[in-house]
Structure formats: C-alpha cells, structure tokens
C-alpha cells in the first residue's frame, strides 16, 4: 500500500511516499536520482515512529536531496577508475602545464605532481613540496582548476589558511572569491 504524505524537515516542506509492506522488518527510506522520496515501513508502524524516523535522517535526506539539484545544474562530479585510467594522462599533462605556468609566473617550487582518483579532495600539498591533484580537474572549467591548483601552490609558500595565505592566493589569482564559491557548489557523487 502505497499513499504520498508530506513533512516538515528544518523549514523545507518535503513530500514522501509512505510504502507500509508485510514483509519489511524495519524502516527503509531511499530517494530516486530524479529526487523521490519513498520510506518502506512494517505494516503495523506507527505514524509517530514513521515522522520520528524521517526526522532522525533529516540531514541525510537534505544533502542527499542538495546533491541532486546540484547534479541538475551541472554541479557535481562524477568520477570512476575506468574514467580515471583513460584520462589520467590528458589530467597530468593540463595539470603540469597550469602548475609550470603559475610557478614560472610566481615563483613557487615543487617537488613531485601525482595526480590521483580521489573521491573528497581536488588536491592537496605536502610539507615536502609535493603536489597531488584530482585527475577531474581537467574536466572541470578553467577558472575553476586554475583556482585549485593556485590554492595548492600557495601552500608551498603558507602551510595553513591564514590571511597571509588567503593574500597570496588573491595575489597570485585576482578575484579568486568569486572562483571559490563556485568552486565550493560543486559535489562529488
């Protein structure tokens, strides 16, 4: 049995469909790529146990939900080993290629560039001076990548996220803010 119900979940006004089964020993909730809410229930759960449940996963419902709009305004990334194979050599070579360009124009020194198939992170820079870099940053838009790899860069110079770090990415990248918020909307899925 199958009815469409709705809630309220941190001033959002969510609408769900409530699927009560025989068989189903506890509560099940899923959301479909196109951002459908269905919750499964035992038979003889309670209205009051249900809103309980939908409520206790509020936050996990809201991101999931978050990510879907986000992939339907194009801003997540998907990534995959077999699209990491066939593309980690064009990534390394429009990574190095912005990595020499930046550091010739600023100064900055490096060690060693890995690019990787990271699923939380576009990059990251050691204490040593070695760079690593998410091999999606090829696909992504210029000003965005620009922006990643100036951020890792200036790490080499300011190991933190000081305003005297924050003042070197802006002087090595002019108006990065603007940059990094859209770089920020962007999800990993």
Known sequence: MKSERSIKLKKNSLKYRLRKSPEAREMKLS?????SLVLTVPKK???????????SKADWILERLDVIIRIDQGKAV????????????????????????????????????????QRTVWGSCSEDGSLNFNYILFKMPKDI??????????HLKRFDHSERFWNLVDR???????????ADEIVFV
């Open 31 to 35: 959301i479909s790529r196109r951002g």
């Open 45 to 55: 759960a309670s209205y009051g146990a249900i809103r309980r449940f939908i409520v």
């Open 78 to 117: 998907r990534s995959s080993r077999k699209d990491y194979l066939k593309n980690k050599e064009k990534a390394r070579k429009f990574i190095t290629d912005r990595v020499k360009y930046f550091s010739e124009l600023h100064g900055f020194k490096h060690k060693r560039i890995r690019i990787k198939n």
């Open 145 to 154: 990548a620009d922006y990643i790899i100036v951020h890792e860069l200036c």
């Open 172 to 182: 090595t990248l002019p108006g990065y803010k603007n940059i990094k918020r859209k």
